[in-house]
């Protein structure tokens, strides 16, 4: 158990110009003054500044915008709190910001729950276990002058954001259970939640299972995909050649039906230039006398000789030389283009060849068969280890669900047994501090169980409230792991105590707290009751700060608020 003291406020409004500076006793501290000083004021802001809200807050304290620096101490060490408006600051021992937050339910609280120590979790209206605000933390350490004398745990205000939170707060204050009860409860949730998801996927799994199952029936074969892996690679190798030749074959038959074309433009002009010539000599030889012959235009006789017709028919037979040139050469030409055509046709023969390999049998299972059945056996295999790694993840969750269970039963127990001892002697305080404290009409009934509302009316209820709140101090004390705090008791004297039951309560306060407790008290009059320790006066009407504690308070908080500010 934790034990948190306070060593020091300082409040200081710059709007008023005022400012105020307590020390408090490591034991007793009692703030005395009249209605109407700010007393109340003063011990609201206590934990006030720890974040938690106070039932009522006056209009002029509002007013006046007091920021709130409490020096306080966790086990010995040193922090500081400084509450501006809606915003904190925890500074370590040494004056330096260790953390700013704006939020008291997600930011505040969970930073001093670790501080503190405090590890219940409550349901929240969302159902879900959450770190509860500060304001629970101080519930049994707190009684507000506006709220806390007319019903216990009410003393400070938006307690409604978590559901039966009565019950699980006092078992865990009194140290029925401890908080890992609590986070073993919400742990098992989680995971129970956890389920859910792999659930669903191993249940659409297994549907899609059957459901390939049924469309695609595994055969009655199992042949590994290595013994056609020759095959294959063969395949493969041939399929790479018949691409490349196809691509020369494309290419040199393009190249040949080019030059095929060529040729045969030349030998048709060869054969018309040969069959000009052809006319020429016949006419020369059979046509013409063998003297000479006169040109029709200037009359020259020219000789028709044997040289001269065989000089045209040298030129023919060029001609005819030229010819058989080119018919041979396009000969060639197209006898290249057949065998180019002969060697594509064995290429074809060659792919057939492959689709004889590719259908080839090994027993009765064909190479395409098994590819198929290699594809759905991948397909049902992928299947069986996505359920495997589900299951195994479920069956994690089923494991660390069956553990938290176990710890959390086991718990169960010992926090059973605890009970039995805390309630024992809860009630054995509750029937001495009633006697004491002059309240002999109070129902059992209405305080017998731990977590009971105290109701009563008249003045004894106060009394009863105050019972309960100091057994509570004890228990909290005696048997609990949560943090322990100063008591803070505002004004005891309500629903018009008559003097004798005021000085039994202010005697009881201060002598029957547990060891060790730092009590906070404000009253108006203490009947001449000597708690020891400080005593602090208030006398200014309508004022809980002070004009000339203003500068100095200011002075000293000035550093704090700066850091705040960046």
């Not at 158990?1 to 501290?29: N, P, Q, Y």
């Not at 609990?480 to 005021?502: C, H, K, M, W």
């Amino acid at each position: 158990m934790r034990i948190c003291t306070f060593d020091a406020l300082w409040m200081v409004s710059h709007e008023e110009k005022r400012g105020r500076a307590l020390e408090f006793d490591e034991r007793t501290t009692v703030i005395r003054g009249a209605n109407e000083t700010g007393k109340s004021a003063l011990m609201k802001s206590l934990y006030y500044c720890l974040g938690a809200e106070p039932p009522r807050l006056s209009s002029r304290w509002k007013t006046a915008r007091a920021r709130i620096l409490l020096r306080f101490r966790v086990d010995g060490t040193v922090w500081y709190m400084l509450r501006a408006g809606g915003r904190f600051g925890l500074f370590d021992g040494g004056g330096d910001l260790r953390g700013t937050y704006a939020s008291v339910t997600t930011e505040l609280a969970p930073a001093l729950a670790q501080l503190f120590d405090f590890s219940v979790t409550l349901v929240n209206k969302e159902n879900e276990r959450q770190t509860p605000t500060p304001a629970y933390m101080f519930l049994p350490f707190y009684v507000d002058q506006d709220g806390g004398w007319s019903s216990n745990f009410s003393s400070f205000t938006h307690l409604q954001q978590f559901r039966a939170w009565r019950r699980e707060l006092v078992d865990y204050m009194v140290g029925v259970y401890p908080g890992e009860y609590y986070s073993l409860d919400w742990k098992i949730r989680q995971l129970e939640d956890d389920q859910v998801e792999p659930r669903s996927k191993l249940d659409a799994l297994d549907a899609l299972r059957a459901d390939l199952g049924h469309k695609f029936r595994e055969p009655d074969f199992d042949v590994e995909i290595g013994a056609f892996a020759t095959a294959v690679d063969e395949l493969l190798a041939r399929c790479a050649e018949l691409k490349d030749w196809e691509e020369k074959y494309r290419d040199r038959l393009q190249q040949l039906e080019g030059e095929r074309l060529l040729l045969k433009a030349q030998l048709e002009i060869v054969r018309r230039v040969k069959s000009e010539l052809t006319a020429d000599f016949e006419y020369s030889t059979f046509e013409l006398p063998d003297g000479g012959i006169a040109c029709p235009i200037c009359g020259q006789e020219y000789s028709n000789s044997f040289e001269e017709r065989f000089s045209i028919a040298r030129d023919e037979h060029r001609c005819l030389d030229l010819m058989l040139e080119v018919s041979e050469e396009l000969t060639s030409k197209e006898r290249e283009m057949l065998q180019l055509r002969t060697s594509l046709g064995r290429a074809v023969s060659e792919y057939e060849g492959i689709h004889e390999l590719l259908v080839q049998k090994q027993g009765d299972v064909t190479l395409s068969q098994l590819i198929r059945k290699a594809g759905r056996k991948e397909v049902f295999a992928d299947l069986k280890e996505q359920r495997d790694a589900l299951q195994m993840t479920l069956g994690q969750i089923a494991a660390d669900t069956a553990k938290a269970r176990e710890r959390k039963r086991s718990l169960t127990r010992a926090g059973t047994e605890k009970r039995e001892l805390v309630e024992a002697d809860y009630r054995e305080r509750m029937k001495q501090y009633l006697q004491a404290l002059n309240v002999d009409n109070l129902p059992e009934e209405r305080w017998t169980s731990i977590e009971a509302q105290i109701e009563e009316s008249g003045s004894s209820l106060p009394r009863a409230a105050l019972a309960y709140t100091v057994a509570m101090a004890h228990l909290v004390h005696m048997y609990g792991d949560a943090t322990y705090f100063p008591l803070v008791i505002d004004s005891p004297r309500q629903q018009d105590q008559d003097e004798p039951n005021y000085r039994r309560v202010l005697e009881f306060l201060r002598d029957r707290l547990p060891d060790g407790t730092q009590l906070v008290l404000g009253l108006v009059n203490d009947l001449g009751v000597d708690f020891g320790g400080r005593v602090i006066e208030m006398t200014e009407k309508n004022y809980a700060l002070s004009q000339q504690q203003y500068k100095p308070v200011a002075g000293y908080t000035a550093a704090f608020e700066h850091q705040l500010s960046l």
